[in-house]
């Protein structure tokens, strides 16, 4: 990609190297968190995964006082993930506009270790997540080493992917998406996840939006697409299943598959709309 490096936001708050204290609730795993969870699970042969939904207790987290330490790769990791920050939010600022409404920017908390939420205690091992409670983004910036060294997703346009997913829940959020979904998934609990997919799939088409606005703009370069088609590509449920030496179980699926996740920001990519994200038909 095409990005400018030293830009600032004042929708960043850095907490890295600050620690956190346990907050209540479950927690809702956002992209790669369920993928490093369950492949945690079969390294240390203890279920993680169902810990971070709602378990009781987490393990206790040091403070740490004095400014984060961030190295060089670390510093530009921060600007990046900033510049993409930046990029989306005026981007879905213009498309709001253009149809009379109203965009409010999140925010984007970056971590180490785990932080507080109003989703609940976040730890790195869960991956990047947007709470709705708070309008924020949270990542820690080591997740992009797994995404990849583990997952074999690599390139700056993979990594802007995933930012612009956890957007694009903000997009659903501010459009009263999210919501309707909750409440579908109350009134039929049988088919929460079956709706949880579908969520999921169309934060892929709206990162696929704005994908497709920066390359109107001419800020991809030669592979950038590819390389978000192939981080969608490599945390599809059925994929993480397998890496966790799983049968692959289509009713346990909360992200969809592959292919799945692929078509729909492949579609964003190309067509650029939101109402080309339409994942809850039929």
């Not at 670390?74 to 510049?83: I, Y």
């Not at 498309?95 to 920017?105: A, L, N, T, W």
């Not at 820690?140 to 995404?147: C, I």
């Not at 030496?245 to 598959?257: D, K, L, N, W, Y």
Request: charged share 20%; net charge negative.
């Amino acid at each position: 990609m095409r990005w400018t490096r030293g830009g600032s936001s004042s929708n960043v708050e850095d907490r890295r190297g600050m620690g956190g204290g346990l907050g209540g609730g479950g927690m809702r795993l956002g992209l790669g968190g369920v993928v490093v969870l369950l492949v945690l699970s079969v390294i240390f042969k203890r279920d993680l995964l169902s810990g971070m939904m709602g378990g009781q207790g987490s393990p206790a987290v040091s403070d740490q006082s004095g400014p984060y330490q961030e190295t060089a790769s670390e510093a530009e990791q921060r600007d990046f993930v900033t510049f993409v920050l930046n990029d989306a939010q005026q981007t879905w600022s213009q498309i709001f506009s253009q149809s009379g409404k109203q965009y409010r920017d999140a925010r984007l908390v970056l971590f180490t270790d785990a932080t507080n939420s109003q989703c609940g205690y976040a730890q790195s091992a869960s991956g990047p997540f947007y709470c709705p409670g708070d309008e924020a983004v949270f990542i820690d910036l080591g997740f992009y080493k797994e995404l990849k060294e583990r997952f074999g997703a690599a390139g700056d346009f993979a990594q802007a992917y995933v930012v612009a997913h956890e957007i694009g829940h903000h997009v659903q959020r501010l459009l009263g998406i999210e919501d309707q979904v909750r409440a579908s998934q109350q009134q039929n609990p049988d088919n929460a996840n079956e709706w949880s997919v579908r969520l999921e799939l169309q934060a892929d088409c709206f990162a696929g939006v704005w994908g497709h606005s920066t390359a109107e703009r001419n800020i991809l370069e030669q592979g950038d697409v590819e390389e978000g088609l192939n981080a969608a590509a490599a945390i599809g449920d059925d994929r993480i299943q397998r890496m966790s030496g799983q049968a692959v179980s289509p009713e346990s699926f909360t992200h969809g598959t592959s292919a799945q996740r692929v078509e729909w920001f492949r579609r964003g990519l190309t067509e650029g709309k939101i109402s080309s994200c339409d994942t809850y038909q039929g």
